[in-house]
């Protein structure tokens, strides 16, 4: 690819983020090229002292139809679109007095952001750019001759290939790319919102796209490249969130932390402080306390083997004691709405621990889309965001779940929604005391999650084992009466689960003849 560089004579701006706008056209009038512009822009641009020509002037048409209709003229897309080196192409300029544009600097009306701030259709189809993508891929399929700017961002190495003289093949290319990407997120955006607006779950055609926020240094393995993409919605989490101490973080603590928040995002506030213990993106300890540290103690006290390298997730702000007690064993990431200053202060001294702060709690039950790639295609679906009133729930053994237990029940079912199925969860008192987790079997789960508190009740020198006295939640429905039967050797006392077997009598009566109380939810929470 050739190294001559083209140099920058004509350039059209036509932008609604005006970041670095005035400093662009300043560094560009400067280097002797002449600026063309449309509203808002052209405004910005007089406003700071510089001369510039309104697109009007050049099309001869004003700008009509509440500015809905000004570039789309062949004085502008003849500009863009004519081959320098093809003399046909040339003759064509000359005999209409077409002028040719060696620069667009275009970025997109805020579609996106209008979208996130639940603006009404009306809005949302106004800030539906129409010229700004047809120019962008006017000027990116000419990239041999024209460069186009969709991104502040690129702003700084333009000016640099102005200061050397032009902007060469190579870097024209690049950028040509990047404004491929960007039509083609923004039309992704719209045609997403416009299905939803259709009422259309399932469109013929779906796409998806993203902004890279950090290359990574590998994937699940460093083996593996990877990077991190930004969807552009708001729910808050690891993507939006700031991070305020600590190394990059890797593939897997993205994943693993995102895993953890979502988690404790099921725990209003207002119910008190919760916290996640999160390992291989499986909750390893979840409960509740009067305090944040009482939260991450109980939580603590249900795998503190596994917790060790895990990630911690707070409903509520971590302050200065529970950042001391989570500073006593290796932590990867805490994450939490805010950070005291005197917790940020001990959390100082571990240099490598990844302390992120988000703000607020995304909302469990607010709907979205969630995808996996497949061979040869992805599959989509809605967020779990499924909930459950106890008014639903249907007592169906002789016995039903007292007063506690059925807190118990409910708080168990909330942890079971992001544990890898097979899912089985023992609780007690609003804390996990034995969680099973991506067994084939269900039995298996239940077995695994029992064997856990035991291995905890000897390692803490309990008088008894955790289960003792404890609620079962299990994802999805026991096929046979063994798992539920486990539960109860292991000291369960009531049992929440979907129901919904061929064998659902069977497990019914093993439950009544073990005096566990059990409920149906109608509901499973598989997880893959």
Not at 120 to 132: L, M, T, V
Request: proline letters at 5%.
């Amino acid at each position: 690819m050739s190294d001559l560089r083209t140099p920058i004579r004509r350039a059209l701006l036509s932008v609604s983020d005006k970041t670095g706008l005035t400093e662009l056209a300043a560094a560009l009038h400067a280097a002797g090229t002449e600026l063309v512009s449309t509203g808002g822009t052209a405004a910005a641009i007089r406003a700071a002292g510089l001369p510039v020509r309104d697109v009007s002037e050049l099309t001869g048409f004003p700008e009509m139809m509440d500015g809905r209709v000004k570039t789309l003229h062949p004085m502008v897309h003849g500009g863009l679109l004519a081959l320098r080196d093809d003399a046909g192409h040339v003759a064509a300029m000359d005999e209409h007095g077409i002028a040719p544009i060696d620069l667009l600097v275009v970025n997109l009306y805020p579609f996106e952001a209008t979208v996130a701030k639940g603006a009404s259709p009306e809005d949302c189809i106004e800030n539906i750019d129409i010229g700004g993508p047809a120019m962008i891929r006017a000027a990116a399929k000419n990239h041999g001759h024209v460069a186009v700017v969709t991104d502040p961002e690129d702003y700084a190495p333009l000016l640099e290939a102005l200061a050397a003289g032009g902007t060469t093949a190579a870097f024209r290319t690049r950028l040509a790319a990047t404004a491929y990407a960007r039509t083609g997120a923004y039309d992704a955006a719209v045609s997403t919102w416009m299905a939803a607006h259709a009422g259309d779950a399932t469109p013929r055609r779906r796409a998806f796209a993203g902004t890279l926020a950090q290359s990574l240094r590998y994937g699940e393995n460093p083996h593996q490249s990877a990077a991190f993409y930004l969807d552009g919605s708001a729910r808050r989490g690891v993507a939006t969130a700031t991070q305020l101490q600590g190394k990059e973080l890797s593939y897997n603590n993205i994943n693993d932390t995102d895993a953890a928040f979502e988690c404790v995002s099921e725990f209003d506030p207002a119910e008190g402080p919760a916290c996640v213990i999160v390992k291989h993106a499986n909750p390893c300890g979840v409960a509740q306390g009067s305090s944040p540290a009482e939260a991450w103690a109980r939580a603590l006290a249900c795998d503190s083997t596994s917790a060790f390298g895990g990630i911690v997730a707070l409903n509520v702000p971590l302050d200065a004691e529970t950042a001391a007690e989570i500073a006593r064993i290796f932590t990867e990431v805490v994450i939490a709405p805010e950070a005291s200053d005197e917790a940020r202060e001990i959390f100082a001294a571990k240099k490598n621990l990844r302390l992120l702060t988000t703000g607020g709690l995304p909302d469990p039950a607010k709907a979205g889309l969630t995808f996996r790639q497949v061979a040869g295609g992805f599959l989509v679906q809605d967020r779990d965001s499924g909930r459950l009133d106890p008014a639903s729930l249907k007592v169906v053994t002789r016995r039903a779940p007292t007063p506690s237990e059925m807190a118990d029940l409910m708080f168990a079912w909330r942890v079971a929604k992001h544990v890898k199925s097979n899912a089985i969860i023992y609780a007690k008192d609003g804390a996990t005391v034995g969680v099973g987790a991506g067994q084939m079997s269900r039995v298996d789960s239940t077995r695994i999650a029992a064997r856990k508190a035991e291995d905890m009740a000897k390692a803490m020198g309990l008088p008894e084992i955790p289960t003792r006295g404890s609620v079962v939640a299990s994802d999805a429905f026991f096929p046979f009466a063994d798992g539920l039967l486990t539960a109860a050797e292991a000291g369960a006392t009531a049992v929440i689960q979907p129901g919904g077997s061929m064998r659902d009598n069977e497990v019914i009566a093993a439950a009544d003849e073990a005096g566990l109380a059990m409920v149906f939810t109608g509901m499973r929470h598989f997880r893959h």
